[in-house]
C-alpha cells in the first residue's frame, strides 16, 4: 500500500481520528486542512445501517443544495417537439436529437446531469450500457424522467446544485457538497441538506441505527469524523 505523502500527514496529524465532531467544527477542520493548490471539492461519506443485497433497502434520491456545488453543470435532455422546445428555453446545454443519440452510443459523454421525458425512454434504453456505468441514466425514481412542463424545473435545479445519491454495495453513500472555497455556513448549510434527504430516504425495512458513520473529507484530504447524532439533530 502506497505511503501517504508528507504533505498528507502534516494535516492529517491536526486531525484527532479517537473524536468525532459536530458538523461545524468537522467542516472547518476539513477546510483547514485542504491542501490542494487547486480549489477542491469537500464530500462527505456516509456510512448507513442498510443492507444494500436487499432492494427494498437500496437508498437512493436526491437533494437540492441549497448552495449549488460551485461548478457549471451540462445538462442533456432527450425530448422531442414542445419538450425540446422547452428544454431550449430552459437553458439546456444540448437537446438529443438522432445524430446526438449516434454520438452517444459511440461513447460520447461530455454532460453531467442527463433527463428525458418518458416518450423518449425507448431510445434512451438503448443507451444504457453507456449511460449506466457513469451514473448518467435518466430513471423516475431520481426524477429525472419528466413529463415535458416539469423539463424546464429540473433543468434549473440541475444546474443549481441538484445532487443524487446512491448507496453502494458496501452500504455508503459517497456525495459533494460544494467546493473548499465557500464558507463555512454555505458548506454547513449543504451538509444538512443532504443530511436531511439521506434520513428522509431512510427505507422502512431498516432496523437500528441508520446514520451509523459520517466523515468529511477534502479532495486528498483526510477525513473527520463528525457525530452523527449532532448531524440528525441540527438537521432535524
Not at 468537522?26 to 456510512?47: M, Q
Not at 422531442?80 to 436529437?97: N, T
Not at 446544485?161 to 459517497?174: A, Y
Not at 443530511?195 to 430516504?201: E, F, N, Y
Request: charged share 25%.
Amino acid at each position: 500500500m502506497r505511503k501517504p505523502g508528507k504533505k498528507y500527514r502534516e494535516q492529517a496529524a491536526k486531525v484527532d481520528p479517537t473524536r468525532s465532531y459536530s458538523p461545524k467544527e468537522a467542516i472547518a477542520l476539513a477546510r483547514a486542512t485542504s491542501y490542494t493548490k487547486f480549489n477542491g471539492t469537500l464530500e462527505a461519506h456516509i456510512r448507513l445501517g442498510v443492507d444494500p443485497k436487499y432492494a427494498d433497502q437500496n437508498v437512493r434520491d436526491v437533494v437540492v443544495l441549497p448552495h449549488g456545488l460551485g461548478k457549471t453543470v451540462r445538462v442533456l435532455v432527450f425530448a422531442e417537439g414542445d419538450g425540446a422546445r422547452l428544454a431550449r428555453e430552459a437553458g439546456a446545454d444540448y437537446v438529443a436529437d438522432d445524430e446526438l443519440i449516434k454520438k452517444i452510443q459511440e461513447g460520447w459523454a461530455e454532460f453531467d446531469v442527463a433527463v428525458a421525458t418518458p416518450e423518449m425512454m425507448g431510445k434512451v434504453g438503448r443507451l444504457g450500457r453507456i449511460l449506466g456505468p457513469r451514473g448518467l441514466m435518466p430513471n423516475p425514481k431520481t426524477g429525472t424522467v419528466v413529463q415535458a412542463h416539469d423539463l424546464p424545473r429540473v433543468i434549473k435545479e440541475s444546474k443549481a446544485g441538484r445532487v443524487e445519491f446512491r448507496v453502494d454495495k458496501t452500504g455508503n453513500l459517497h456525495v459533494p457538497i460544494g467546493k473548499i472555497s465557500f464558507n463555512e455556513q454555505q458548506l454547513y448549510e449543504n451538509f444538512l441538506a443532504l443530511v436531511q434527504a439521506v434520513i428522509k430516504a431512510r427505507p422502512a425495512s431498516a432496523k437500528g441505527t441508520y446514520l451509523r458513520k459520517i466523515v468529511l473529507a477534502a479532495t486528498m484530504g483526510p477525513g473527520v469524523k463528525v457525530d452523527p447524532v449532532a448531524a440528525s439533530s441540527e438537521a432535524a
